[in-house]
Nanobody
């Protein structure tokens, strides 16, 4: 089993920045990919970013490319998502997940999920 805990969500004005963190515990995750997804009210879950636990491989959704960056944090078993130039349409609950299947853009490729953290961007 893998437990995931997200943190760092909150309220920010458009154009601002937030950093989310996802910390894993339990089974070793070194061979997993970590993905970030988001879900806004009334919408389907959307792929945001994915990163290998080594940090050497990343992939981003088109809507966040150039604004969001996923990277290994200094804290053990933690991956961060730096979100810059935030827009009101980025408002959603953000989830991290780990999995070993492909494609990384599909939520069904992930086995374990965090509880989610709310990000709200005001206009």
């Amino acid at each position: 089993q893998v437990q995931l805990v997200e943190s760092g969500g909150g309220l920010v004005q458009a154009g601002g920045s937030l950093r989310l963190s996802c910390t894993a515990s339990g089974r070793t995750v070194s061979r997993y990919f970590l993905g970030w997804f988001r879900q806004a009210p009334g919408k389907e879950r959307e792929f945001v970013a994915a990163i290998s636990w080594s940090g050497t491989s990343t992939h981003y959704g088109d809507s966040v490319k150039g604004r969001f960056t996923a990277f290994r944090a200094n804290a053990e078993n933690t991956v961060d998502l730096q979100m810059n130039s935030l827009k009101p349409e980025d408002t959603a609950v953000y989830y991290c997940a780990v999995g070993r299947s492909v494609p990384v853009v599909e939520s069904t490729s992930y086995d374990y999920w965090g509880q989610g953290t709310q990000v709200t961007v005001s206009s």
